[in-house]
C-alpha cells in the first residue's frame, strides 16, 4: 500500500495562503480518488477536498472557491493550494486514498490561521 507523507503547514495570518503537499511512497496512478481532510482541535475530521485519477475535484462547500486540489501523477504528489485563508481553517490536515480507501491516517501537517 502506498504511503502518503504531508508538509507544507504553517503560521500565517488571515487572508494568506499556503499551499500543502502530499508524497507518496510509491505511484499514484492507479488510485482514482485522493483527498485531503482536516481535524480542527475538538472536531471530527472532515474532508476538504477530492481529486479523480481524471482530474475531477469536489470541494467542501466552505472551502469552494478558496482551495484548489490537485496532483502530479508522474511525480506521485498530491497538493492543496489554499487562498484566502481564514481562522476557522486552523487544523491538522491529511492527505489519504479514498478510491481504493487508506490504511491508518498519517501525521498530518498542521495549519494555523491567525486572526
Known amino acids: 500500500q502506498v504511503r502518503l507523507v504531508e508538509s507544507g503547514g504553517g503560521l500565517v495570518q488571515a487572508g494568506g495562503s499556503l499551499r500543502l503537499s502530499c508524497a507518496a511512497s510509491?505511484?499514484?496512478?492507479?488510485?482514482?480518488?485522493l483527498g485531503w481532510f482536516r481535524q480542527a482541535p475538538g472536531e471530527q475530521r472532515q474532508m476538504v477536498a477530492l481529486?479523480?485519477?481524471?482530474?475531477?475535484?469536489n470541494y467542501a462547500h466552505f472551502v469552494k472557491g478558496r482551495f484548489t486540489i490537485s496532483r502530479d501523477d508522474a511525480k506521485n504528489m498530491l497538493y492543496l493550494q489554499m487562498n484566502s485563508l481564514k481562522p476557522e481553517d486552523t487544523g491538522v490536515y491529511y492527505c489519504?486514498?479514498?478510491?481504493?480507501?487508506?490504511?491508518?491516517w498519517g501525521q498530518g501537517t498542521q495549519v494555523t490561521v491567525s486572526s
Open positions: 510509491g505511484s499514484i496512478i492507479s488510485i482514482n480518488a
Open positions: 489519504r486514498s479514498v478510491i481504493p480507501p487508506g490504511g491508518p
Open positions: 481529486i479523480s485519477n481524471i482530474g475531477s475535484t
